[in-house]
């Protein structure tokens, strides 16, 4: 048997990080089912261009995956974020996605995915000290 030596680091190297992407992602394609990730962005944008809300994610198979939603601080509260949500449901259910999937940390907009009607899947708590992360589905 040969001899194993194991690094550890705490530098976040991208190559060595991309190196474990990219056995994990031909380990995963060889044995899922066939899906295409497509992605997804809906972007608030001022007269000039500069963003000022959106959300990116993905569709994958029967499901949207929102990785990121935000909405400059001066404009909450006025309805855009709901928006930008119902338009990628919207569009996510013309792709053939009938559930939607979101984490968010106990700062951030829990209340806002419950009152769009989705449920708590799992939360961990003590995240990353004294905080929640929070999973939510949607039936779309």
């Known amino acids: 048997m040969n001899d ?4 550890i680091t705490n530098d976040g190297n991208e190559q060595d990080i991309n190196d474990i992407f990219n056995m994990l992602k031909a380990f995963n ?3 899922r089912e066939e899906s295409q990730n497509v992605p997804i ?22 499901w949207l995956c929102i990785h990121y939603l935000f909405v400059e ?3 909450r509260k006025e309805g855009i974020g709901s928006e930008l949500l119902l338009a990628a449901e919207r569009e996510a259910k013309e792709r053939g996605c009938k559930y939607a999937f979101v984490d968010t940390f106990s700062f951030q ?17 003590e995240y990353p000290y ?3 992360r929070y999973y939510f589905t949607k039936e779309l």
């Open 4 to 7: 194993i030596n194991f690094r």
């Open 29 to 31: 394609l060889s044995n």
């Open 130 to 132: 004294t905080g929640k």
């Open 41 to 62: 962005g809906i972007f608030y944008e001022d007269d000039n261009g500069k963003k000022l809300a959106g959300l990116t994610g993905e569709t994958f198979g029967n």
């Open 109 to 125: 907009a829990p209340q806002f995915y419950i009152r769009h009607g989705y449920e708590e899947v799992f939360t961990l708590d």
């Open 73 to 75: 601080e001066r404009l």
